[in-house]
């Protein structure tokens, strides 16, 4: 299993960006795909994740701002965030399990991950 994110850079307080994560060597439909964060200094947090026939799900520092979507042609999970935050600023990592866990929003529970993509936020 491999994963691919990209799309993260600098962006300006209010603004969007839309991350990527492309997914090889997996059934797509059958995996959860989740995306977790870690700023400098900090622990990695869950951001939101999504799973075959599962409603999203959302931490609540970006519910209502960031939206996670799949893409089943293309194999990739994106995460489109809004109204970015000077605290939104992090290195995202997407990760991948092969069935959906009730404890989605647990960093442990995910076996497949790829390098991360930083999101910086600032004036």
């Known amino acids: 299993v491999q994963l691919q994110a990209s799309g993260g850079g600098w962006v300006q307080p209010g603004g969007s960006l839309t991350l990527s994560c492309a997914t090889s060597?997996?059934?797509?439909?059958?995996?959860?795909v989740a995306w977790f964060r870690q700023a400098p200094g900090k622990e990695r947090e869950f951001v939101a994740a999504v799973g075959n026939g599962r409603s999203p799900r959302y931490a609540d520092a970006v519910k209502g701002r960031f939206i996670i979507a799949r893409d089943s042609g293309k194999n990739t999970v994106y995460l489109r965030m809004n109204s970015l935050r000077p605290e939104d600023t992090a290195n995202y990592y997407c990760?991948?399990?092969?069935?959906?866990?009730?404890?989605?929003?647990?960093?442990?529970?995910?076996?497949?991950w790829g390098q991360g993509t930083l999101v910086t936020v600032s004036s």
């Open positions: 990760e991948a399990r092969s069935r959906w866990t009730v404890e989605y929003y647990r960093d442990v529970r995910y076996d497949s």
């Open positions: 060597g997996l059934t797509f439909t059958e995996y959860a």
